[in-house]
């Protein structure tokens, strides 16, 4: 069953979705060589502790993290830990998420570490990001579910290959439904599988966590020994943005985006929802 929310648990989703706005601009901005990802971690847990809000990541089927810091050719789920220093030129993925009220919010960003990044990396970035864009612009009330998932994949598609050769869409993680627990139903896949059929309806109330995941290489990974940590198998770097997001009566509202999504939907030609918090 998918989980239809009211205005009023939106909103409260809304307070959840600006809590995770700020880890991120906190983290992203700490996030320098030398750091340590236990240290972002740290930070995280200082952000929520000011908002009153609760991690959902922490303790979450016994994750040790506030965050997830996943560095290079770790795709997702990499542990903030003491011994990992972030060094210039690393690419770095920070997912976060805050419960607030019982409600939930999730989003990721890549960040670049330093500096040395060639042109082939804030590519990758960019790519991935922008293909989130293109999800959330089709989370159109009467489409299907199938309609996010085409847009991820044609926009990443249509893009200039890589000197690499082609951009790996992560197969075995993707998107979610996402409110009174922080994983729900549907599943959202970041490409088309037709055998999995349209999906559910696109109606108001649905809210969905959207997390393209991009490699520079292939689309498989493996998970290590600690249980959690995701990286592709053939050690190719890789990018990861997200956001929680929920469709209105009066169309997507951006949980996790500070302006609730309205410059960058704005770019695509759509009206973001009123803010309930503004």
């Not at 700020?22 to 952000?47: S, Y």
């Not at 809210?207 to 198998?233: F, Q, R, Y």
């Amino acid at each position: 069953m998918v989980e239809l929310k009211t205005p009023e648990q939106i909103a409260s989703m809304r307070a959840a979705g600006l809590v995770v706005a700020e880890m991120h601009r906190r983290c992203a901005e700490a996030a320098v060589p030398g750091a340590t990802t236990k240290e972002l971690d740290e930070i995280a847990a200082r952000v929520l502790a000011d908002h009153g809000a609760k991690p959902n990541f922490l303790g979450y089927g016994g994750f040790p993290g506030n965050i997830c810091t996943s560095v290079n050719e770790v795709v997702v789920h990499g542990i903030p830990t003491e011994n990992r220093v972030l060094a210039s030129g690393d690419i770095l993925s920070i997912d976060a998420g805050a419960i607030v009220d019982g409600w939930h919010a999730d989003a990721a960003v890549t960040v670049f570490v330093g500096e040395g990044h060639g042109a082939e990396l804030t590519e990758l970035s960019r790519v991935t990001e922008d293909s989130l864009w293109a999800g959330i612009a089709a989370m159109r009330k009467g489409g299907r579910l199938v309609d996010i998932s085409r847009a991820i994949e044609g926009y990443v598609r249509r893009q200039p290959r890589p000197a690499s050769g082609r951009y790996g869409i992560i197969e075995d993680y993707g998107g979610h439904g996402i409110g009174s627990q922080m994983h729900m139903d549907p599943h959202l896949l970041n490409y088309v599988d037709r055998r999995r059929g349209r999906g559910p309806k696109l109606v108001p109330g649905m809210c969905l966590a959207i997390e393209p995941m991009l490699s520079l290489g292939t689309s498989k990974t493996h998970v290590l020994s600690d249980d959690w940590t995701v990286k592709t198998n053939d050690g190719s770097w890789s990018a990861h943005w997200e956001h929680s997001v929920a469709l209105t009566e009066a169309g997507p509202l951006v949980l996790t985006a500070p302006d609730g999504g309205r410059e960058r939907l704005a770019r695509l030609g759509i009206t973001a929802a009123p803010d309930p918090l503004a």
